[in-house]
């Protein structure tokens, strides 16, 4: 299992093919364990390496745990439970950054 990161320490960053072939360059932002599965949340950067809008894509992620080199592999959430669960999960995150920011200073 990866460590959650939040991607301004690390700058962690995938390209992603879409269904038309072109690629985004997104920003990991975290992975995160819901009901024992993993999902990783990106978000999708412009030329600049900037995010215009805000919005983050959640993708299942599974590693290879035989071969730690090898790409891991996302997978598109086609259930929408499942999308919400994985949505709720992010906003919990996000909540606790906030307030471990909060606690630091």
Do not use: H, R
Request: proline residues 4%.
């Amino acid at each position: 299992m990866a460590n959650q990161k939040d991607y301004e320490d690390e700058e962690m960053t995938v390209e992603l093919e879409l269904e038309d072939g072109s690629l985004v360059n997104c920003a990991v932002i975290t992975i995160l364990t819901v009901e024992k599965k993993d999902y990783i949340v990106l978000l999708p950067l412009n030329e600049e390496g900037e995010n215009e809008d805000g919005e983050v894509w959640f993708y299942g992620y599974s590693e290879n745990p035989d071969d730690p080199n090898e790409e891991p592999e996302l997978s598109y959430i086609a259930d929408d439970a499942e999308y919400e669960k994985v949505a709720d999960a992010f906003d919990e995150y996000l909540d606790n950054c906030e307030f471990d920011e909060i606690v630091e200073e």
